[in-house]
DNA sequence: CTATGGCACGGATT
DNA sequence: AATCCGTGCCATAG
């Protein structure tokens, strides 16, 4: 049984049970579609309340003080502060005018991958396309290629296909180059030519990627050279170029990471469900963790129509129950879900403290299900509120909530670090020795796998890497 | 012969 | 019950 102070309640019947655990895995804007549209259709339903804080003009919450605000500033400690936070600057509406849209594209740093794109576009294209375009980009994969083809978006239009076409071409040419491509084939020929309006690209890039991907990701680089009639160093020459300048996963925001960690390669395009942050953004405050409500106000029944329902005819009154009924059990729901995230961040956040902080080293390992044993729930439970979300961390990279699960970050953190430091380049034998000598056991082949997860090329190709820089 | 990637198995995790 | 992850074995390139 999934006791919730909150409410001091415990779940009932099945379909409470049912709702419970499928809001718990949505994320904030999926539940935020999903509270629109009962708001839509649901007349016992209704939203009220829309207090601010006279200070940050932030929503308030029910009833009680803005969380932030009422904090003394100079407040210090290390518990930190959770709570369940209705900002509706994080979420735009569905059905919201294109007008507002084209607004400073690049300035937001927190909106998903479709609205950044939609705002760059959207000023080009007339509005029946900028639906098109809209349709389109709920279509990405989570590395922003399509997933659906051109004809299928063109029936469903009932549009020309040619046209279709046009405006998946413009979209590809929008941040990150070679969004909404069929693969990463695709993706990198579009960068080239985007890239080569403003640098000199090597010459034949564009027949390696045509032709060698395959040899290009597995290193087979002189019989790349052999098939296409060049010479080996210039593939070398083009594999770098490729490797510093081009993405063949536009929507995969941490890989230009391990490189060049500059502010563009670090973005992320997901809403974050959770943002952790310095109070008033000074490292010596504790931490304010917000869990995103993604609606404006308070879910409450409407009196009016409770009202309405004793007074209803014989054959309308089954009906309207069952509205109410709804209504009740999704506001329950709502509110459990938002109760279930908050008890889990606290936890979180006390336990990942130093990952938090001080970033992937301090990682400490812990399992979905220990968590659950401290907290009394089922594993279950927290395996769905855990899935699909993401925070933002205080240094502003939004990250999916299950790093905090994740056993081997902190080990491929260390090899990154000691093959930074390399005077000359280890191979993962050697690494094993090194990370043996440190107390820590794995496999040859785990530390291979973590390499690669990391990017880094094999030792002998790191040589050839450290010359030519040379 | 050495370094590394692919495949697949088994145990842990979800 | 399904999925993920670490690992062993083997093939291949250099």
New binding site residues.
Partial sequence: MLQTPYLHTTITTSAHLAQTMTLLSLTSTELQQKIESELANNPALELINERRCPMCKRLLPQNGNCPICSQPSDLTGTEPIVFISPREDFYYSNNQNFEDISDDPFSSESVDLPTFVLRQIAPELNPGDRLVAAYILTHLDEDGFLTINSYEIARYHHRQLSEIDAIIDKLKRCEPVGVCSKGPKEALLIQVEVLSESVTVPKFTREVIENGLDELS?H????LGRKLGISTIMVSNITNFVADNLNPFPGRASWGDVRNPNENSSKVYHKPDVLIYHLNENPINPLVVEIIHPIRGTLQINPLFKQAIKQADEDKIQEWKGDLDRASLLIKCVQQRSNALKMLLEKLVTYQRDFILLGEKHMNSL???ELAKELGVH??TI?RAV?SKTIQLPNKRIVPMSIF????LSFRCLIKEIIENETK?L????LQEILKEKGI??????I?????MEGI????LRQSNLEVAN
């Fill in positions: 597995h087979h680089y002189a019989e399992t979905r299900a594993e279950s395996s899935s699960f994740d056993r081997s380049p191979s993962d034998s050697d056991d794995i496999a040859r082949r785990t291979a796998k973590y390499r690669s090329l094999p030792a002998y």
